[in-house]
């Protein structure tokens, strides 16, 4: 059974770091790997998509790599802002082919201006 | 612009008493979701559906049902037999074309339902 883990569960940095996000899962057969941000109280945005044949993809400053081999999968936020303060969650589809998909508990990131 | 609309955004739920969330998309996508989600945890599945008139039992079902008979509705009811309802509700909908290689998640803004 897949099972995704996102350590640590929250993370505190100063303003401008550069920093790395990580997901785990156990099932390296899986079609896609999604990263999302919610804010409090709202909906999950979605971030990047890489899929199974993709080593990484990027959008601004943010970078997602996949290395399915080992099960894991990092988010990288360059020159972090107060504004990425959010929770960041990952997610896998299961892979029975139902269109259903797992989620990390997510890590909560606080940008310190 | 195409979307998931969830309302109402805050919801109370009388003891006994049944209450009907709503999720609606714009986004012609074949499959919707519910998701609960809990403090400190992740979202856990309640229903999926992946066409109009058929949906499946997520891992927490119990006490919650839904309908789907229209694409763009998938309604979400939790009922009395729901003890511990108190819970930020989301759903979300991803188009099944091209099979699972591509499907990135959409999701609303959710429903946050309470106790009276």
């Known amino acids: 059974k897949q099972e995704v883990t996102q350590i640590p569960a929250a993370l505190s940095v100063p303003e401008g770091e550069n920093l790395v996000l990580n997901c785990s899962f156990t099932d390296s057969a899986i079609y896609n790997l999604q990263w999302f941000r919610q804010d409090p109280g709202k909906g999950l945005t979605s971030l990047l998509l890489?899929?199974?044949?993709?080593r990484e993809q990027t959008s601004g400053r943010l970078n997602a790599s996949l290395d399915k081999s080992s099960g894991r999968s990092t988010l990288y936020i360059a020159a972090s802002q107060p504004g990425d303060s959010a929770t960041y969650l990952c997610a896998v589809p299961v892979t029975s082919g139902t269109y259903k998909y797992i989620f990390g508990t997510g890590t909560r990131l606080k940008v310190l201006a | 612009d195409g979307g998931i609309t969830q309302s109402p955004k805050y919801l109370f739920r009388k003891e006994g008493q049944n209450v009907t969330l709503s999720c609606e998309q714009n986004?012609?996508?074949?499959?919707m979701y519910w998701y609960r989600q809990d403090p400190g945890q992740g979202l856990r599945l309640i229903y999926y559906?992946?066409?109009?008139?058929?949906?499946q039992k997520g891992d927490i079902a119990e006490g919650y049902s839904v309908s789907r008979e229209k694409k763009e509705s998938f309604p979400l009811t939790v009922t009395s037999a729901q003890k511990n309802p108190t819970a930020f509700y989301l759903c979300?909908?991803?188009?099944?074309?091209?099979?699972?290689?591509?499907?990135?998640?959409?999701f609303g803004d959710g429903t946050r339902l309470s106790i009276l």
């Open positions: 559906s992946q066409i109009v008139n058929d949906f």
């Open positions: 890489i899929q199974s044949s993709q």
């Open positions: 986004l012609n996508h074949d499959a």
């Open positions: 979300a909908s991803t188009t099944t074309w091209g099979g699972t290689s591509n499907q990135p998640q959409h």
